[in-house]
């Protein structure tokens, strides 16, 4: 899971929640309104300190991770069903699991989760049974006159609950949801994955991961952004998408070690080059300016063709994350915890453990998510390259009811940046079904190709998306959105292959461990539906058009042993039907497209064939592996692989084969499979470009190109600057840009019947631009310049 930008979208949050609730008292009582709660439920919107809070099944016993129980926040008494799932600020936890993870300073052990006021007080004792601080608990749910009321107590008063009474639907804990501050690291502690800001210390809540290694660190797990500790796991970053990162996106870290002074390993397996830093935070990834200082907005170098096998060159490396300096302003969001008692913590032969008796003079921010003014590029059109989600929210649409007049909306936004702004993104809805199996909503996508604002002189925010429509199809909404890059099939993980189908080994494919080209966020701002007449009767929130409340989520963090199921108590008067069966699984297909097709545009030795296999990815299958006959297979992972690129190395017929394999917990349970005959020649089909026009406008400082070929073709997926498919055009002029060293060079955009067209802004005037074609033909001219 991921965190998000406290700021934006929790203050909308709160202004949301600060209405709802408005209505609602200024409504009251609300029975009298409603004709009585017998007949209708009335949502409620709360977020208040976590008073008191209990489990009904205490860890250890029967049904513990899944089981439910109840939380008092503005003292009301609010159950919590059986099979809820609590979003933390960067983390997806069962109710049970809140229990279960406590540190354990938490002395009664799996009947208290620390977090509740009451966890503090006699006979326990302040200091001892809590969590120092107090901590805020944001639930939805509805007001229901139901039989279920009566099985749960008052925590305060051991009494029944009384109907009709509050259940919840959705959970979000945190110590504080505007808890953010920011300003200039002063200092960087190596060993204990903290930075210093202006004096306080701020530690990445970053686990050690189990399998995750680095040569600088001899015989330690570590963490994906640090050495690796937790004080509180509940509250860690999320470890699957950076929340630890730069503004634009790129992953960010704390070097392992002091740059410098690790042992001296090779910089890769089996290499002569060696290297005395942690080389998966290196140092070489933090340019400087022209003035000495390190540069806070530059382009990373192209990377190296394979992060496992290719020695870095010396420049900056897209592989990798990059280091937190000194000077560097940051802007974070954490809890405010004790700091891990001596002898405790990296370097100690046990985890962290919370010194209660530190002043709070000493007291750190455990930081879940940390995000440095770099504004850091990636190679344009190359990967890899980085997405960040900052604003996510949905409305929740609701079927109008005559007796409740409401207002509904189904409007969604999402915000954030990415490192390759010259590339569009996808923004899709991610289904979770009872089985567990995630898919993207491409049936209905949110948008695709969506574009990124390309900064000045003709944008505002370089790497920045905004995408706020005014309407459209966006139900039922969803706890997961994904944003990736448009068409782009890098979902690989570790100890599978890289996108040259060269096998990679554990730990790093890209940044440590992340996966790259996508964003998965969950959503922590729902719009339901509100009361269309002022002092009119309090709509009911509909939980019943919540997919994944409704059928359950499938194996609880991955272990069969706990299949989510539909909430219980149900927060509405009549629990829905659910529409998905456990242990069934989706049809699959494997559809795939080849470019060149093999028959009117025959393969040719020594070039790239692409396969698209978009048609697959709706299948639900987690996990496509791309069998090449005989050459090579490629596997992607990760819900979804749509291209895959080779290169015949001989004439004849090859078959292709595509299977789409569903695995479920590390069981295949479904597979399709989908074969094609490529013939492939050893002449290379030959075309003739032609550069039509190439105009530099001095008062625009813009440079316009169109040119021709004489052989048509579509332009395939997966063509980049240094990899030119046929059906693809690149244009490379006769000037350097400085930002990368490298000349201006840039893929044209196909316009159809031989056309295409390309159009660099705020240059220098070249003197002479070469288009080159996937297929082979060539052309170059000189500049016609006007004003």
Avoid at 219 to 236: C, E, H, K, L
Avoid at 247 to 263: E, F, L, N, S
Avoid at 525 to 546: A, K, M, Q, R, S
Wanted: charged share 10%.
């Amino acid at each position: 899971m991921s965190s998000r930008n406290f700021r934006k979208t929790m203050f909308a949050l709160t202004a949301f929640a600060c209405i709802t609730l408005l209505l609602f008292v200024g409504n009251t009582p609300a029975a009298a309104q409603s004709g009585a709660l017998t007949t209708e439920s009335a949502g409620f919107d709360t977020v208040g300190f976590i008073q008191a809070a209990t489990i009904d099944h205490p860890i250890g016993t029967a049904g513990d991770l899944l089981s439910g129980g109840t939380i008092k926040v503005n003292d009301h008494v609010i159950i919590v069903p059986a099979n809820s799932i609590v979003q933390m600020p960067a983390a997806t936890l069962s109710w049970g699991q809140v229990f279960a993870q406590a540190p354990a300073t938490v002395s009664k052990f799996g009947t208290a989760s620390g977090l509740a006021i009451a966890d503090c007080l006699a006979p326990v004792g302040v200091g001892s049974g809590c969590m120092p601080g107090t901590w805020e608990a944001h639930v939805q749910g509805n007001i229901v006159a139901s039989a279920a009321c009566g099985a749960h107590t008052d925590p305060s008063t051991g009494l029944p609950l009384t109907s009709p009474c509050y259940i919840a639907g959705l959970i979000f804990l945190s110590q504080q949801s505007l808890n953010s501050s920011s300003g200039f690291i002063t200092a960087i502690d190596y060993a204990n994955g903290i930075m210093v800001v202006n004096g306080r210390a701020v530690m990445i809540n970053d686990p050690p991961i189990a399998g995750l290694t680095n040569p600088a660190v001899p015989g330690r797990n570590v963490g994906r952004f640090s050495m690796g500790q937790s004080p509180d796991i509940r509250f860690a970053v999320d470890q699957s998408n950076p929340t630890v990162r730069s503004v634009t996106g790129y992953p960010m870290c704390i070097p392992r070690v002091a740059p410098g002074t690790a042992p001296s390993h090779p910089i890769i397996p089996g290499s002569s080059i060696l290297s005395t830093e942690d080389d998966r935070c290196p140092q070489r990834n933090r340019p400087f300016d022209t003035s000495g200082a390190f540069a806070l907005t530059f382009t990373m170098a192209a990377a190296r063709s394979n992060p496992i096998t290719t020695p870095p060159s010396g420049v900056t490396d897209p592989w990798e994350q990059m280091p937190f300096e000194v000077g560097d302003f940051v802007t974070y969001a954490g809890v405010l915890m004790p700091p891990c008692a001596a002898g405790t913590g990296p370097g100690a032969s046990s985890a962290c453990v919370l010194d209660l008796t530190a002043s709070q003079n000493n007291y750190i921010i455990a930081a879940y998510q940390v995000i440095d003014n770099v504004g850091v590029y990636t190679w344009p059109g190359s990967n890899p390259a980085y997405v960040a989600i900052d604003v996510l929210l949905q409305g929740t649409g609701g079927v109008p009811n005559p007796n409740f007049p409401q207002e509904a909306t189904s409007k969604v936004r999402v915000e954030g940046f990415m490192t390759d702004p010259s590339r569009p993104l996808d923004i899709l809805a991610l289904d979770q079904d009872c089985n567990g199996t995630l898919t993207d909503r491409l049936s209905a996508p949110w948008t695709l190709a969506f574009s990124v604002d390309q900064g000045p002189p003709i944008g505002a925010k370089k790497g920045r998306y905004k995408f706020f429509p005014a309407g459209g199809a966006f139900l039922p909404p969803v706890s997961l959105v994904r944003v990736r890059l448009s068409g782009y099939a890098g979902y690989l993980s570790p100890s599978t292959t890289d996108p040259n189908g060269v096998p990679l080994a554990t730990p790093t494919i890209s940044a440590n461990g992340l996966a790259y080209g996508q964003y998965n966020a969950p959503d922590f701002t729902y719009i339901f539906p509100e009361t269309l007449i002022v002092g009119g009767p309090i709509v009911t929130f509909n939980f019943g058009d919540f997919p994944w409340l409704v059928n359950g989520s499938g194996p609880l963090s991955g272990n069969p042993t706990y299949m989510t199921s539909q909430l219980s108590p149900w927060p509405d008067l009549v629990a829905p039907a659910t529409s998905c069966t456990p242990g069934v699984t989706p049809s699959l297909n494997a559809n795939f497209t080849v470019t060149p097709d093999g028959i009117a545009s025959p393969a040719t030795v020594g070039n790239p064939v692409t396969l698209d296999a978009g048609a697959s990815v709706e299948s639900g299958a987690t996990n496509f592996v791309w069998t090449l006959k005989p050459q090579a297979t490629l596997q992607c992972t990760v819900f979804d692989c749509s291209v895959a690129t080779f290169t015949p190395f001989s004439a004849g017929n090859m078959d292709i084969t595509l299977t789409a394999t569903q695995v479920l917990n590390g069981v295949v349970i479904g597979t399709a499979t989908s074969t094609f005959t490529l013939k492939v020649t050893n002449v290379k089909q030959s075309d003739v470009v032609t550069i039509t026009s190439a105009v530099y406008r001095t008062s625009k400082a813009r440079l316009d190109v169109n040119a021709t070929t004489n052989v048509v073709l579509a332009s395939p997926t997966g063509c980049t600057v240094t990899n030119v498919l046929p059906g693809c055009m690149l244009a490379t002029l006769d000037i350097i840009n400085t930002a990368t060293g490298q000349p201006y060079a840039a893929l044209m955009t196909n316009a159809g019947a031989g056309n295409y067209t390309v159009s660099f802004v705020g240059i220098a005037p070249p003197n002479l631009v070469t288009v080159t074609s996937g297929n082979g033909g060539s052309a170059s001219s000189a500049i016609t310049r006007v004003k």
